[in-house]
């Protein structure tokens, strides 16, 4: 009987050792939740690399809900590189350690909230065998204004300066997959659901420099439609949405049309979210997520849906053309270097060139108001702050501007600020009757 008890001791204390011999082996790069205001994002995949602040050695480690690529990696280096502030797929934490394993700071973007250089939370990070290894977390504060925390945990390959992450494997543009498309979830509005059915994919114009990927879903079928996101828009297929993104997951334009909502197809592009989005080889599928419910014109809404659909090839007159640098950077490199000299870059005019009403602004701007005296210029928008602030962020990067340091988004006010060579932009923007005020504070323009 003792000799039985001890085999069977024997056997579970090894498989014991097998669970968690198994449990360790299976550590995620990186996994973990992050709160911002009202809603908390599920990170799954993390990065890190050596980066410089202040003449000091520091590791960063961001962990993100989509993949960062290592085209995206590239560009936030080099905007790092330039002072800039970095930015990953949406939503992202993005903590900062001293080399002895000490958590300096942390910024975080997600649901149209950014925050940015925060000093309080704890983490650890350990660095053997070119791998750093750690967790990090900071305590939400339920009264807080702005609610903000995050609990992460990571163990990934870190990157020295000047190495890369593999490249990615090139996409296959169609031909469209033979897959049937299905859309599961929910769409409510005012807690009502409306039973999204259908949904389909295809190419629209290009946005700010790279290809653009329209989604519609609606509660009756527009596979017939030659212009389903409109007729959707105009109710015509039941309660709809319609969402605008590029091939890495980020969205630039989200339309809500709900049955149950009074106010209907407005814009809400930065209360949205991808999640395990891809396209490949003919087809596009992932998940889309307000993390929760939005408020938006004191009514709300929410999304969680998964979907997949076929996406062909993309036509010709929606392909990206080579821009004017690269054409430019080939013409120079066939010509004599005494040349260059003489050569002036076809690129954006200067910003002094451009004219404070020449500015990308809402594309429902109202009330403007100019102040060339003191440089400035105030407008009105229907849409909410963070609404508000996604559509100006977008379209003042297609205008040239880049983020100047980190902004503060939350739905009660925001500030974003902008620069473009010599040229600055501070914009305030806060509520307003249901929409928002926005204003301009510039330096560096033409008020002519």
């Not at 003792?2 to 968690?20: P, Y």
């Not at 205001?37 to 990065?47: D, G, N, P, R, Y």
């Not at 309660?239 to 809500?256: M, P, R, T, W």
């Not at 149950?260 to 197809?265: I, N, S, T």
Request: net charge neutral; hydrophobic share 35%.
């Amino acid at each position: 009987m003792i000799n039985k008890f001890i085999r069977l001791l024997t056997v579970m204390i090894v498989l014991d050792a097998v669970t968690l011999f198994a449990q360790q082996g299976a550590t995620k790069p990186g996994e973990g939740t992050l709160t911002l205001s009202k809603k908390t994002f599920q990170l799954a995949h993390a990065v890190a690399y050596e980066s410089a602040r202040d003449g000091k050695e520091d590791l960063t480690v961001v962990l993100s809900a989509q993949p960062v690529s290592n085209e995206k990696l590239k560009k936030a280096l080099a905007t790092e590189k330039e002072g800039g502030f970095a930015e990953f797929p949406s939503p992202y934490l993005k903590l900062i350690f001293k080399k002895t394993g000490e958590l300096k700071n942390w910024s975080a973007i997600g649901g149209g909230t950014t925050i940015g250089g925060s000093r309080d939370g704890t983490g650890e990070l350990k660095l053997q065998d070119g791998r750093v290894a750690g967790k990090a977390s900071a305590a939400v504060e339920p009264d807080a204004l702005i609610r903000k925390g995050f609990d992460v945990r990571f163990d990934v390959a870190l990157l020295k300066n000047g190495e890369e992450l593999p490249v990615s494997t090139a996409k296959k543009y169609g031909p469209a997959a033979n897959v049937k498309p299905s859309v599961t979830g929910d769409f409510k509005g005012n807690g009502k659901d409306a039973q999204l059915a259908y949904v389909s994919a295809r190419w629209g114009e290009p946005f700010s420099g790279k290809t653009g990927i329209v989604l519609v879903f609606t509660e009756k079928d527009h596979s017939k439609a030659t212009k389903p996101d409109i007729d959707a828009m105009f109710g015509k297929f039941g309660s709809a949405l319609i969402i605008s993104l590029h091939e890495d997951g980020d969205i630039y334009s989200c339309q809500v049309a709900h049955s149950a909502l009074k106010k209907q197809g407005f814009s809400s592009s930065g209360s949205i979210e991808t999640s395990g989005f891809t396209y490949d080889a003919g087809k596009v599928e992932g998940e889309l997520t307000t993390n929760g419910p939005v408020e938006t014109f004191g009514e709300t809404w929410e999304v969680k849906l998964k979907f997949v659909a076929p996406l062909g090839e993309i036509p010709k007159e929606f392909q990206v053309a080579e821009s004017i640098d690269t054409k430019q950077a080939s013409t120079k490199s066939e010509k004599p270097e005494a040349a260059e000299s003489d050569e002036k870059p076809a690129t954006q005019p200067t910003a002094p060139d451009l004219n404070a009403k020449d500015l990308a602004l809402t594309k429902d701007a109202s009330d403007i108001e100019y102040k060339a005296l003191v440089g400035q210029m105030s407008f009105k928008s229907k849409l909410p702050v963070t609404s508000a602030c996604a559509e100006l962020t977008a379209s003042l990067q297609g205008q040239g501007w880049a983020k100047d340091g980190s902004d503060l988004i939350t739905a009660n006010s925001s500030i974003l600020t902008r620069k473009r060579g010599p040229a600055s932009l501070t914009i305030f923007v806060k509520p307003d009757n249901g929409g928002s005020e926005i204003k301009m504070m510039t330096k560096g323009l033409s008020w002519d």
